[in-house]
């Protein structure tokens, strides 16, 4: 990081998640709110279950 210059140590780890495919600096991903998407206007629409 210091010797590229960079200010985020992500730009410079080759493989910044965890074996959980986490993003381990932001504990990415993660479960996002019902304001969250609405604050996006983003709608989620589940397809219904078959019998």
């Given at each position: 990081m210091i010797l590229r210059d960079e200010r985020?140590?992500?730009e410079v780890i080759a493989f910044s998640m965890n074996q959980s495919?986490?993003?381990f600096m932001m504990?990415?991903?993660f479960e996002v709110t019902a304001q969250?998407?609405?604050e996006l206007h983003i709608k989620v629409e589940m397809p219904e279950e078959e019998e």
């Open positions: 985020n140590i992500c495919a986490q993003y504990a990415a991903p969250q998407l609405e």
